[in-house]
T-cell receptor, first 114, second 111 residues
Framework: GAVVSQHPSWVICKSGTSVKIECRSL??????MFWYRQFPKQSLMLMAT?????????EQGVEKDKFLINHASLTLSTLTVTSAHPEDSSFYIC??????????FGEGSRLTVL | GDSVTQMEGPVTLSEEAFLTINCTYT??????LFWYVQYPGEGLQLLLK?????DKGSNKGFEATYRKETTSFHLEKGSVQVSDSAVYFC??????????FGKGTSLLVTP
């Protein structure tokens, strides 16, 4: 199947700093990618839909100025958590769909904000 | 809005036991239904899916039938193995290709 890769898989940062997480489709082009957030023992919550060459579409309640999404190419979407705070600590997962509609997920990135 | 409810875990079973993980959904229209699996330290993988009522998805010995009358998509396996230990997520298709997920059910299979 298609491969989606995230980097870094684990990051620790200080409160107030910004962190960038990359999501790459390795063997296919993805015009649309999705960013999810997973809290411990909770479901995956869709944060935003990332569209190549245009602005991301954010779900209700997600701060677009805090969670900056850029989808500059057909194989790369980035999520930047700006001015991170401890409550932003979470597991962030990206996914991309191939033209059959099937979704493939990255390995996830665990963010810890101190 | 659309939502998925699945049984809470953790579920602990002995090897070769029968597995059922319940999943029910609420949705407008006719969504597609999915089961995803997350093995320790790995990303989510599609396990099986069903796109319309009465469809049965199956893979690796797991099965689930799309029941419109009971709005359910329960996951079953006749004989689990230690290697099946993972977290299982039920999901339905939302707008576009985004998915709505249940909270996940952790399964531990002991030898």
């Amino acid at each position: 199947g298609a491969v989606v890769s995230q980097h870094p898989s684990w990051v620790i940062c200080k409160s107030g700093t910004s962190v960038k997480i990359e999501c790459r489709s390795l063997d296919f082009q993805a015009t649309t990618m999705f960013w999810y957030r997973q809290f411990p023992k909770q479901s995956l919550m869709l944060m935003a839909t990332s569209n190549e060459g245009s602005k991301a579409t954010y779900e209700q309640g997600v701060e677009k100025d805090k969670f900056l999404i850029n989808h500059a190419s057909l194989t790369l979407s980035t999520l930047t958590v700006t001015s991170a705070h401890p409550e932003d600590s979470s597991f962030y997962i990206c996914s991309a769909n191939v033209n059959t509609g099937e979704l493939f997920f990255g390995e996830g990135s665990r963010l810890t904000v101190l | 809005g659309d939502s998925v409810t699945q049984m809470e875990g953790p579920v602990t079973l002995s090897e070769e036991a029968f597995l059922t993980i319940n999943c029910t959904y609420t949705a407008t229209g006719y969504p597609s239904l999915f089961w995803y699996v997350q093995y320790p330290g790995e990303g989510l993988q599609l396990l099986l899916k069903a796109t319309k009522a009465d469809d049965k998805g199956s893979n690796k010995g797991f099965e689930a039938t799309y029941r419109k009358e009971t709005t359910s998509f329960h996951l079953e396996k006749g004989s689990v193995q230690v290697s099946d230990s993972a977290v299982y997520f039920c999901a339905l298709s939302g707008s576009g290709y985004a998915l709505n997920f249940g909270k996940g059910t952790s399964l531990l299979v002991t030898p």
